[in-house]
């Protein structure tokens, strides 16, 4: 059974920084290539960023605009994303899941984690 356990959340003051984490069981996470990803209103899930399985690419929604980063450990299977620079617009629950961008069903989500921006 697939599980994805995201952590990191918390608040920040703008221009703040998180690190978040998502700990993975129950399939190959090095064959995988995987993202981060946040809830738009109307649940719709939004890439935050990508990594293939190998770790060797990555790509970034235009967002990001070069604050956060996402890295993997394909020995122990956690993703991680550096968040840096956080906005105002950045808050949101993110959550970890294998990479949709070319058509693959994502796994069953997990309880994601908090990112609250402000003053």
């Known amino acids: 059974q697939v599980q994805l356990v995201e952590s990191g959340g918390g608040w920040v003051q703008p221009g703040g920084i998180l690190a978040l984490s998502c700990a993975t069981s129950?399939?190959?996470?090095?064959?995988?290539?995987m993202g981060w990803y946040r809830q738009l209103p109307g649940r719709q899930f939004e890439l935050v960023a990508s990594?293939?399985?190998?770790?060797?690419?990555?790509d970034y929604g235009v967002f990001v605009k070069g604050r956060f980063t996402i890295t993997r450990d394909n020995v122990h299977n956690p993703l991680w994303l550096q968040m840096n620079e956080l906005e105002p617009d950045d808050p949101d629950v993110y959550f970890c899941?294998?990479?949709?961008?070319?058509?693959?069903?994502?796994?069953?989500w997990g309880q994601g984690t908090q990112v609250t921006v402000s003053s």
């Open positions: 899941n294998r990479d949709t961008s070319y058509g693959s069903v994502p796994f069953s």
């Open positions: 129950g399939f190959e996470f090095s064959e995988r290539a």
């Open positions: 990594i293939t399985a190998g770790g060797q690419y990555t």
